[in-house]
């Protein structure tokens, strides 16, 4: 046994005791009968957390490893998933990605429990999609809470017609970005776009990441970037916002700019920055939209599948200002 595995084990005396104490009834109560399928190997807990949930008015499955998971789900998907990291053969991280990172699957809630509770064990289990991450021990009411929480989201996704959607958050390391890349890879796969097409938004999405982590979180690795992507039948969106301060993206005298795409590199030089300043030229090339926050924090990169819509007397509806990349 690792010592991950034995730190894991460890906690799991501690998680029957406090589940058995429980008599958790929170307000307001889950939907009758939603589906949730639980994925733990340790069968006092598993059968626990079962219970947990019949009582709560959910309908409890559960299997003991991460291949089973995957076999269970594509024979029906449940309404939400509760994982288990330590698992034998199929890690819970391994089961969450392949999860999330196909669109047949991806809108599935995936809470994740671990007693593993290092902030790396955290950041790994965001970038994998995982839509919550609770660490052992935990209160049943705060499980049932961030479950209930995590169903509701995806309602509301169904409801805007979201048909992939994930969030991440990375540090801001650019090791990062080859994780990232794989994620658009799997997902702008499943895009009615043209391969070429989606090539090119996929290098769009990872020139803002990249300016996420050098420009606004200075390469600090304690700092996150968020990463939001969304699929719906009109657009594509890819939103990027990291911790920075945020700054003016219609004045960015060290920037390429439409006016003169050159004027920058006399004052990169001046400023001691390496060359390059067409991140969000690249950018606005490939998509249709290139939308800041107030800030200058979070960008927005928005590609429609259909038609843009317009202002109401027939022309597109008019781009908000956006200023040349870092």
């Known amino acids: 046994m690792t010592p991950v595995d034995a730190r894991e084990r460890g906690a799991r005396e501690d998680d029957v005791t406090q589940l058995g104490r429980s008599s958790a009834t929170p307000a307001g109560g889950p939907l009758p009968q939603k589906r949730i399928l639980v994925v733990e190997d340790d069968p006092d807990l ?176 304690d700092l996150t970037v968020s990463i939001s992507y969304e699929l719906t039948d009109d657009a594509l969106r890819f939103v990027v916002a990291d911790e920075g301060p945020g700054f003016d993206p219609s004045h960015v005298p060290h920037a390429a700019n439409d006016d003169d795409p050159t004027a920058h590199m006399a004052i990169r030089e001046q400023l001691g920055l390496r060359d390059g300043g067409f991140g969000i030229m690249i950018a606005k090339g490939m998509v249709d939209r290139v939308e800041y926050n107030d800030a200058g924090n979070q960008v927005t990169l928005i590609k429609y599948l259909r038609p843009a819509p317009s202002t109401g007397n027939g022309d597109p509806a008019e781009e908000k200002p956006t200023g040349a990349g870092a």
């Open 46 to 221: 598993c059968s626990l957390l079962c219970d947990l949930l019949n009582t709560q008015g959910y309908r409890a499955e559960a299997v003991q490893d991460g291949a089973a998971a995957i076999r269970r789900v594509a024979d029906a998907c449940p309404d939400a998933v509760v994982l288990d990291v330590m698992l034998p053969e199929m890690d819970g991280f391994q089961v969450c990605q392949a999860l999330k990172f196909h669109r047949e699957t991806n809108l599935i809630p995936i809470l994740m429990l671990t007693a593993l509770d290092s902030a790396e064990a955290r950041q790994r289990g965001l970038r994998v999609g995982a839509d919550r991450y609770l660490t052992k021990p935990f209160e049943p009411d705060e499980l049932l809470r961030q479950l209930r929480g995590t169903i509701e989201h995806r309602r509301s996704l169904e409801t805007g017609k979201v048909r992939t959607h994930v969030r991440l958050q990375m540090q801001s390391d650019a090791q990062l970005r080859e994780q990232l890349n794989d994620l658009l890879s799997e997902l702008f796969r499943h895009t009615p776009l043209p391969e070429e097409e989606a090539a090119r938004i996929r290098c769009a999405a990872l020139e803002m990441v990249g300016n996420a982590i050098e420009w606004g979180n200075r390469k600090q690795k």
